[in-house]
Nanobody
Framework: QVQLVESGGGLVQAGGSLRLSCAASGLTFSSYAMGWFRQAPGKEREFVAVINWSGSRTYYGDSVKGRFTVSRDNAKSTVYLQMNSLKPEDTAVYFC????????????????WGQGTQVTVSS
């Protein structure tokens, strides 16, 4: 059974930083691209970042480019999202997702999803 478990969310002031983690189990982690998405109340799910299976390629949504960094440790089956210079508009539930045959921003291309972790940025 595939499980993706996010952690590291919380409450932070604007300008602060958080690092999210997503621990994967039940799949060959190094065969999957890993993405991060977020969803704010009343809004559609938004692509944040993706990293390919080896970690050699990354791609970011325009709203987080230059502030967020995605990375992975295949030995630990974990993907990370380092979030710096946080803004109130970054407030959302953040999800990680795994894609075996996809590398991109479209959520429909992902095979497995975590339950999400709440990030709240106060002004």
């Amino acid at each position: 059974q595939v499980q993706l478990v996010e952690s590291g969310g919380g409450l932070v002031q604007a300008g602060g930083s958080l690092r999210l983690s997503c621990a994967a189990s039940g799949l060959t982690f190094s065969s999957y691209a890993m993405g991060w998405f977020r969803q704010a109340p009343g809004k559609e799910r938004e692509f944040v970042a993706v990293i390919n299976w080896s970690g050699s390629r990354t791609y970011y949504g325009d709203s987080v480019k230059g502030r967020f960094t995605v990375s992975r440790d295949n030995a630990k089956s974990t993907v990370y999202l380092q979030m710096n210079s946080l803004k109130p508009e970054d407030t959302a539930v953040y999800f990680c997702a795994a894609a075996e045959r996809n590398y991109g921003a479209a959520s429909r291309g992902y095979d497995y999803w975590g339950q999400g972790t709440q990030v709240t940025v106060s002004s």
